[in-house]
């Protein structure tokens, strides 16, 4: 009765990171001239590779 042991195909398994899980909707696009000095602080401290993509 192999069939008691096999995996399910097609599940996908959650990917669970220290911070929470991921929103599942797409990230939104920053605008650094629309954002306050407190935000842009805040993107850069805790998405540095974001800041470093919107200031090349």
């Not at 599940?11 to 842009?40: C, F, Q, R, W």
């Amino acid at each position: 009765m192999p069939y008691l042991f096999q995996e399910a195909s097609g599940t996908a398994k959650p990917k669970i990171v220290a911070g929470g899980n991921p929103s599942a909707t797409p990230p939104a696009s920053y605008d650094l001239a629309k954002m306050s000095y407190k935000e842009v602080a805040k993107l850069k401290a805790e998405q540095p590779e974001v800041f470093e993509q919107l200031t090349k």
